[in-house]
């Protein structure tokens, strides 16, 4: 296989679903014997993506400036100069100044450009270049559709769907925490040693479903079922309104007792490890669902409503958890037969990170065997 040099671009190197598929793809190739450009503004991660093996070209290429444009020349002598096979973009404006930089190569130039549709964007002419990439990923079934529905032009067979991946390793079925946090657990929480804890694992956003999550908790305890709601999300500092709102709700339900607010957690793992059952309730479709993944990895079951990435997943998995969306008394109904039949996940090694990687690699080294 030929070595390759890929550059991806995205806002900046924080943490974040598409942070984390860069580190993730960035690592594969340096283990893989290539080498792995990131160009983004620095942040969080940016010591972990170096000492992986990568380089890091620290420029805000996010920022919404028309100074931004002043890296279109700068991306193109560095394409020039390093011989890029790849130029791979993974967020808008990036891809914008990617795109740009791209175009203007001589003829000649090995570069071939790639792009990566995260989420279903709004629908106009700045995200349009999400789909201007020689080859588009799309990170599900949904994500596809909703390219060829709004861009029609586009054509199919440069769209790849490469789900994202869940690290068996770190979400092992079956897995449980290790003793020294369950005892800290339950010393900080002892009222919930006894319950079946019901996790929604979401910031408090108006689009996650807390709402629905409250009525939810309020149903089984109604049916005198011994459950504890668990929010595991925190606060958005633009939303604190919103936040304040569905306290309120909480404790003008009388539902104090049954339901806590946990706020951003770095023990997400654990929390949904020990739950009966996790839900999944955004209101608008997410373009994977990789909470849900994470959980249905270690055996813990799943209801969600039925749209976007989430309805793959589940429809792949477990449908048993699969619900119409907003639907909360089917949504009740089914949390409390899961509880009630003791429902098991299956083992399945479908979403696998390395599924993804591969899949990843091998696009790029097409695309590159194409122009020999």
């Known amino acids: 296989m030929k070595r390759l040099t890929v550059v991806q671009t995205l806002p900046a190197l924080n943490m974040g679903g598409v942070e984390r598929g860069t580190l993730e793809v960035a690592q594969a190739l340096v283990n893989a014997g290539h080498r792995s450009i990131v160009i983004a503004a620095k942040g969080h991660l940016s010591e972990q993506l170096t000492a992986a093996g990568s380089e890091h070209i620290d420029w805000p290429i996010g ?56 989420g279903a964007h709004s629908v106009n002419r700045y995200s349009r270049i999400m789909t201007r990439g020689e080859k588009v990923i799309a990170v599900s079934e949904f994500i596809r559709d909703h390219i060829l529905e709004n861009y029609p032009d586009t054509d199919p067979h440069r769209i790849a769907v490469i789900p994202r991946g869940v690290e068996g390793a770190q979400f092992p079925y079956g897995y449980l925490p290790p003793a020294d946090w369950l005892s800290q657990w339950y010393e900080q929480h002892p009222a919930l040693k006894d319950g079946q804890l019901i996790t929604l694992p979401a910031r408090l956003t108006r689009r996650k479903g807390h709402e629905d999550f409250i009525g939810i908790i309020a149903g089984l305890r109604e049916q005198g079922m011994n459950v504890h709601g668990l929010i595991v999300g925190g606060r958005d500092p633009r939303r604190l309104a919103y936040a304040d709102g569905i306290e309120a709700q909480v404790r003008r339900m009388g539902l104090d007792n049954d339901i806590s607010f946990l706020g951003h957690r770095d023990d997400l793992r654990e929390i949904m490890a020990i739950s009966s059952v996790v839900m ?86 097409a695309c590159c065997r194409g122009s020999e």
Not at 285 to 314: C, D, Q
């Open 63 to 118: 920022r919404k400036s028309p100074l931004t444009l002043r890296f279109v020349p700068r991306l193109r002598r560095l394409l020039i100069d390093e011989q890029v096979d790849v130029l791979h973009s993974r967020s808008r404006l990036p891809a914008w100044i990617s795109y740009l930089a791209w175009r203007g190569l001589p003829a000649a130039s090995p570069t071939h450009f790639i792009t990566t549709m995260h």
């Open 280 to 365: 999944a309730l955004s209101r608008l479709p997410e373009s994977f669902g990789r909470t849900a993944l994470e959980a249905l990895g270690m055996g813990i079951p799943v209801v969600g409503y039925a749209h976007g990435g989430t309805a793959e997943i589940l429809q792949n998995i477990f449908p048993d958890g699969a619900v119409e969306p907003g639907n909360v008394r089917l949504a009740i109904e089914r949390v409390g037969e899961i509880l009630q039949k003791n429902k098991t996940v299956p083992v399945t090694g479908m979403y696998s990170l390395a599924d993804m990687l591969t899949s990843t690699l091998d696009l790029y080294q």
